[in-house]
Protein backbone atom coordinates (compact mmCIF):
# COMPACT_ATOMS: atom_id res chain seq x y z
CA UNK A 1 0.00 0.00 0.00
CA UNK A 2 1.02 3.34 -0.75
CA UNK A 3 1.06 5.56 2.23
CA UNK A 4 3.58 6.96 5.04
CA UNK A 5 2.37 6.81 8.18
CA UNK A 6 3.10 9.65 10.69
CA UNK A 7 2.24 9.88 14.33
CA UNK A 8 -0.14 13.70 14.11
CA UNK A 9 0.96 15.08 16.75
CA UNK A 10 4.28 15.34 18.86
CA UNK A 11 5.61 16.91 21.91
CA UNK A 12 8.25 18.04 24.08
CA UNK A 13 9.69 20.84 26.27
CA UNK A 14 12.92 22.90 25.60
CA UNK A 15 16.16 21.19 25.71
CA UNK A 16 14.55 17.65 25.25
CA UNK A 17 15.37 15.54 22.27
CA UNK A 18 11.80 14.70 19.96
CA UNK A 19 11.91 11.99 17.30
CA UNK A 20 9.09 11.80 14.84
CA UNK A 21 8.59 8.61 12.77
CA UNK A 22 7.67 7.59 9.12
CA UNK A 23 6.31 4.48 8.45
CA UNK A 24 6.28 3.02 4.92
CA UNK A 25 6.74 -0.23 2.85
CA UNK A 26 8.96 -1.93 0.06
CA UNK A 27 7.57 0.18 -2.19
CA UNK A 28 8.47 3.33 -1.38
CA UNK A 29 10.89 3.81 2.27
CA UNK A 30 12.30 0.57 1.35
CA UNK A 31 13.87 1.55 -2.04
CA UNK A 32 14.15 5.59 -2.20
CA UNK A 33 15.78 8.13 -0.47
CA UNK A 34 13.25 10.13 2.57
CA UNK A 35 13.68 13.69 2.48
CA UNK A 36 11.89 15.69 5.51
CA UNK A 37 10.24 18.89 5.57
CA UNK A 38 9.54 21.56 7.82
CA UNK A 39 6.52 23.63 7.69
CA UNK A 40 6.20 26.81 9.94
CA UNK A 41 2.24 28.30 10.22
CA UNK A 42 1.88 29.90 7.19
CA UNK A 43 4.30 29.29 5.08
CA UNK A 44 6.30 26.96 2.63
CA UNK A 45 7.96 23.71 3.35
CA UNK A 46 11.39 23.68 3.99
CA UNK A 47 13.56 21.24 3.12
CA UNK A 48 15.28 19.66 6.32
CA UNK A 49 16.89 16.42 5.87
CA UNK A 50 17.32 15.13 2.55
CA UNK A 51 18.73 11.64 1.70
CA UNK A 52 17.63 10.20 4.64
CA UNK A 53 20.34 11.48 6.90
CA UNK A 54 21.64 14.88 5.30
CA UNK A 55 21.21 18.17 6.39
CA UNK A 56 20.95 21.24 3.85
CA UNK A 57 23.48 24.45 4.33
CA UNK A 58 21.64 26.67 7.35
CA UNK A 59 19.86 23.51 8.95
CA UNK A 60 21.45 23.32 12.69
CA UNK A 61 22.81 19.61 13.30
CA UNK A 62 19.96 19.35 16.32
CA UNK A 63 18.25 18.18 13.51
CA UNK A 64 18.87 14.24 12.16
CA UNK A 65 17.91 11.70 9.80
CA UNK A 66 17.57 7.84 10.04
CA UNK A 67 16.68 5.66 7.98
CA UNK A 68 15.97 1.63 8.38
CA UNK A 69 13.91 -0.61 6.49
CA UNK A 70 10.67 0.43 6.16
CA UNK A 71 10.74 3.24 8.34
CA UNK A 72 12.59 6.37 8.18
CA UNK A 73 13.04 8.92 11.84
CA UNK A 74 13.44 12.62 12.40
CA UNK A 75 15.15 13.70 15.97
CA UNK A 76 15.26 16.89 17.31
CA UNK A 77 17.91 17.58 19.75
CA UNK A 78 17.40 20.45 22.38
CA UNK A 79 14.23 21.43 21.33
CA UNK A 80 13.56 25.02 20.74
CA UNK A 81 10.65 27.10 21.15
CA UNK A 82 11.14 28.19 17.06
CA UNK A 83 11.11 24.48 16.21
CA UNK A 84 7.42 24.17 16.84
CA UNK A 85 6.10 23.45 13.42
CA UNK A 86 4.75 20.84 11.10
CA UNK A 87 7.04 17.91 9.66
CA UNK A 88 6.76 15.55 7.04
CA UNK A 89 8.52 13.30 5.59
CA UNK A 90 8.26 12.19 1.42
CA UNK A 91 9.97 9.13 -0.11
CA UNK A 92 9.07 8.52 -4.29
CA UNK A 93 6.84 5.45 -4.63
CA UNK A 94 7.59 2.62 -7.14
CA UNK A 95 4.24 1.55 -7.45
CA UNK A 96 2.42 5.00 -7.39
CA UNK A 97 4.96 6.56 -9.97
CA UNK A 98 4.97 9.82 -8.23
CA UNK A 99 5.77 11.16 -4.55
CA UNK A 100 4.43 10.24 -1.41
CA UNK A 101 3.98 12.62 2.05
CA UNK A 102 3.37 11.29 5.29
CA UNK A 103 0.43 12.82 6.89
CA UNK A 104 2.71 14.95 8.79
CA UNK A 105 3.29 15.32 12.42
CA UNK A 106 2.57 18.55 14.40
CA UNK A 107 5.19 19.14 16.84
CA UNK A 108 4.17 21.48 19.85
CA UNK A 109 6.74 22.51 22.02
CA UNK A 110 5.37 22.50 26.06
CA UNK B 1 19.25 32.39 -6.21
CA UNK B 2 16.56 30.07 -7.39
CA UNK B 3 13.09 31.43 -6.57
CA UNK B 4 9.66 30.21 -7.49
CA UNK B 5 6.00 32.06 -7.91
CA UNK B 6 2.72 31.16 -8.40
CA UNK B 7 -0.05 32.96 -10.06
CA UNK B 8 -2.82 32.69 -11.30
CA UNK B 9 -6.89 33.56 -9.99
CA UNK B 10 -7.40 33.04 -6.48
CA UNK B 11 -11.35 31.57 -7.13
CA UNK B 12 -12.40 29.20 -9.70
CA UNK B 13 -16.46 27.90 -10.03
CA UNK B 14 -17.03 24.52 -9.99
CA UNK B 15 -16.83 22.06 -12.62
CA UNK B 16 -14.68 24.68 -14.47
CA UNK B 17 -10.70 24.74 -14.63
CA UNK B 18 -7.75 25.88 -12.47
CA UNK B 19 -5.06 27.11 -13.94
CA UNK B 20 -2.32 28.46 -12.22
CA UNK B 21 1.37 29.72 -13.58
CA UNK B 22 4.65 28.93 -11.46
CA UNK B 23 7.48 32.12 -12.88
CA UNK B 24 10.82 30.66 -11.93
CA UNK B 25 14.32 32.89 -11.92
CA UNK B 26 17.95 31.85 -11.47
CA UNK B 27 16.93 29.37 -12.67
CA UNK B 28 16.73 27.71 -16.67
CA UNK B 29 13.32 25.30 -16.77
CA UNK B 30 14.72 23.78 -20.13
CA UNK B 31 17.84 22.29 -19.22
CA UNK B 32 18.98 20.63 -15.93
CA UNK B 33 18.13 17.11 -14.36
CA UNK B 34 15.24 18.90 -12.12
CA UNK B 35 11.57 17.85 -12.26
CA UNK B 36 9.61 21.03 -12.10
CA UNK B 37 6.32 19.82 -9.72
CA UNK B 38 3.09 21.05 -8.64
CA UNK B 39 1.80 20.02 -4.27
CA UNK B 40 -1.00 21.29 -2.91
CA UNK B 41 -2.27 21.05 0.81
CA UNK B 42 -6.22 21.85 1.36
CA UNK B 43 -6.31 23.73 4.96
CA UNK B 44 -5.26 22.19 8.05
CA UNK B 45 -4.02 19.07 5.86
CA UNK B 46 -1.07 17.09 4.74
CA UNK B 47 0.97 17.48 1.37
CA UNK B 48 -0.48 15.77 -2.03
CA UNK B 49 1.93 15.58 -4.96
CA UNK B 50 0.40 16.59 -8.08
CA UNK B 51 2.64 15.76 -10.63
CA UNK B 52 5.88 16.82 -12.32
CA UNK B 53 7.77 17.86 -15.72
CA UNK B 54 11.25 17.96 -16.17
CA UNK B 55 13.05 20.15 -18.85
CA UNK B 56 12.38 18.11 -21.80
CA UNK B 57 8.67 18.10 -21.09
CA UNK B 58 8.47 14.70 -19.56
CA UNK B 59 5.33 14.03 -17.27
CA UNK B 60 4.14 12.00 -14.50
CA UNK B 61 1.18 12.36 -12.35
CA UNK B 62 -0.89 11.10 -9.13
CA UNK B 63 -2.88 8.44 -10.51
CA UNK B 64 -5.94 9.95 -8.10
CA UNK B 65 -5.49 13.30 -10.25
CA UNK B 66 -4.34 11.91 -13.97
CA UNK B 67 -7.32 11.97 -15.73
CA UNK B 68 -7.68 15.97 -14.44
CA UNK B 69 -4.35 17.38 -14.78
CA UNK B 70 -2.09 18.63 -17.47
CA UNK B 71 1.63 20.46 -16.22
CA UNK B 72 3.63 22.06 -18.79
CA UNK B 73 6.23 24.05 -19.59
CA UNK B 74 6.41 27.42 -21.05
CA UNK B 75 9.61 28.16 -22.05
CA UNK B 76 8.90 31.36 -23.59
CA UNK B 77 8.20 32.91 -20.20
CA UNK B 78 10.20 31.16 -18.14
CA UNK B 79 7.35 29.44 -16.77
CA UNK B 80 5.72 26.38 -16.30
CA UNK B 81 1.65 25.52 -15.80
CA UNK B 82 -0.93 23.37 -13.82
CA UNK B 83 -4.41 22.94 -15.25
CA UNK B 84 -6.84 20.72 -13.46
CA UNK B 85 -10.23 20.31 -15.30
CA UNK B 86 -13.67 19.57 -13.72
CA UNK B 87 -12.73 21.02 -9.74
CA UNK B 88 -15.24 20.46 -7.11
CA UNK B 89 -14.43 21.92 -3.62
CA UNK B 90 -12.37 18.85 -3.24
CA UNK B 91 -9.63 21.20 -5.07
CA UNK B 92 -9.64 23.94 -2.91
CA UNK B 93 -6.31 24.29 -0.99
CA UNK B 94 -2.88 26.22 -1.17
CA UNK B 95 -1.03 25.42 -4.22
CA UNK B 96 2.87 25.41 -4.55
CA UNK B 97 5.51 24.99 -7.23
CA UNK B 98 8.48 23.37 -5.96
CA UNK B 99 11.66 22.29 -7.76
CA UNK B 100 12.73 18.58 -7.67
CA UNK B 101 16.76 18.70 -7.02
CA UNK B 102 19.17 16.05 -8.75
CA UNK B 103 19.38 14.27 -5.62
CA UNK B 104 16.02 12.28 -5.53
CA UNK B 105 12.96 12.81 -6.93
CA UNK B 106 11.30 14.04 -3.50
CA UNK B 107 13.95 16.36 -3.04
CA UNK B 108 12.23 19.67 -3.12
CA UNK B 109 14.94 22.48 -2.82
CA UNK B 110 13.28 25.29 -3.75
CA UNK B 111 9.36 26.48 -3.08
CA UNK B 112 7.15 29.03 -4.12
CA UNK B 113 4.99 30.71 -1.29
CA UNK B 114 1.89 29.54 -2.62
CA UNK B 115 -1.30 30.74 -3.53
CA UNK B 116 -4.73 29.71 -1.95
CA UNK B 117 -7.06 28.69 -4.30
CA UNK B 118 -10.95 28.48 -3.70
CA UNK B 119 -13.42 26.48 -6.01
CA UNK B 120 -16.61 28.01 -5.11
CA UNK B 121 -19.66 29.53 -6.43
Known amino acids: QSVLTQPPSASGTPGQRVTISCSGS????????VNWYQQLPGSAPKLLIY???RRPSGVPDRFSGFKSGTSASLAIAGLHSEDEADYFCAAWDDSLNGVLFGGGTKLTVL | QVQLQESGPGLVEPSQTLSLSCIVS??????????WTWIRQPAGKGLEWIGR???????NYNPSLKSRVTISLDTSKIQFSLNLTSVTAADTAVYFC?????????????WGQGTLVTVSS
Open chain 1, 26 to 33: SSNIISNI
Open chain 2, 53 to 59: IDASGNT
Open chain 2, 98 to 110: ARAGIVGSSHFDY
Open chain 1, 51 to 53: RND
Open chain 2, 26 to 35: GASITSGPYY
